[in-house]
């Protein structure tokens, strides 16, 4: 992940890091439109299962979002184009494939970064059961 960050232009960036802090699908990344943005959270229906999710506004959150702010023209998606416009699939995919090629990573698909922050969810989830539970460690 964090090879091919290093290697991706700002709006993949963005764009890997929403994936991160919300597990969305990139379809949903895609999709998502400042209209959707609050101060206090990120609302979102699946396209996929139409199940509405809210991501509360973490210090994380702000700071990519305010990431995308600075566009120079902003538009109505949180990823979008130089223009303001939607990113379509085929661009994102083919800067996610430059970037991948600029850091020797092959076979990584942008969906990755689901299970991967689904999989860091899980471990702060076990970490707060072993606290709430008395360990003397998050590492017992």
Known sequence: FRAIRGQAAELLQVAMDLGYLTSLRPSDIRALRWQQVSAECVAVTQKKTGTRQEFTMSDDLAS????ARQRPILGL????SAKGRP???DAMDDAWHRACSAAG??????????????KAAKKVAEGAKKVADGA???FA
Not at 77 to 80: D, L, N, S, W
């Open 64 to 67: 990519v979002l305010a990431r």
């Open 77 to 80: 998606y949180v990823v979008a």
């Open 87 to 89: 990113i379509s699939r």
């Open 105 to 118: 990573v092959a076979d990584a698909q942008f969906r990755d970064i689901r299970a991967m922050a689904a």
């Open 136 to 138: 003397s460690s998050l």
